[in-house]
């Protein structure tokens, strides 16, 4: 099976769409201090909670679904946060990782919803 240059632009815009969000995320966040005390452990998995009932709902298939749109954008945040920390793991879980995740929380709702809608 050949990859074709058509594929390879579908691949990075996708990348580049879903890190330019997470990014958007700590952009929006430095722009507003007043949000930065919401931010934080717990109101973060109250949030997650939230994110993989609405995508179940919004997808109309099973709670699986859900759990898998949040594990996507889990991942895609742990590696950021490691390699913008220069590889070193007690970094990992810093302010600016709440902020790109949420980009990247609100990134998949957008486009759950645009694909149950077409």
Known sequence: MNIGFAQ????????????????LGIFLFKQNPKLKKYV??????????????????IASKSPAFGIGAFIFPLIISIINSFFRNKLVLKKTFDEKFYHFFLGVLAFGLISTTIGSLT
Not at 40 to 57: H, Q
Request: glycine share 6%.
């Open 8 to 23: 390879i632009v579908v691949i990075s815009v996708s990348f580049l769409l879903i890190f330019g969000s997470g990014y």
């Open 40 to 57: 934080n452990k717990k109101n973060l998995i109250i949030l997650s909670l939230i994110y993989i009932i609405i995508v179940s709902f």
